[in-house]
């Protein structure tokens, strides 16, 4: 499969925004993060899609900056948040 990168990029996001999500409503500590759980984590996914791919092209060699893999990380964030909005129901919280 040419774009199974695509994928696993989708997938991780995926995964990492939707445990994000939820773990930041179950802590209690913060908050602010608590009651804004989904714009922080919008916010941190999109900046670490952005540093992974500049930090590859910039400092691991022979890696290269690639715009879709940065799109297939926004793609997993939207299927994640879409999957929390399924999960929470009726519940209003995260946002």
Do not use: W
């Amino acid at each position: 499969m040419e774009n199974l990168d695509k994928v696993l990029h989708s997938i991780l996001f995926f995964l990492f925004s939707f445990s994000a999500i939820i773990g930041f409503i179950k802590q209690s500590q913060f908050p602010k993060i608590h009651f804004d759980a989904v714009k922080y984590v919008v916010g941190i996914s999109t900046l670490l899609a952005i540093i992974t791919e500049t930090v590859q092209h910039f400092i691991i060699p022979r890696r290269s900056f690639d715009l879709f893999d940065i799109l297939a990380d926004l793609v997993g964030l939207i299927l994640g948040f879409i999957f929390f909005l399924y999960v929470r129901g009726d519940k209003k919280c995260g946002f």
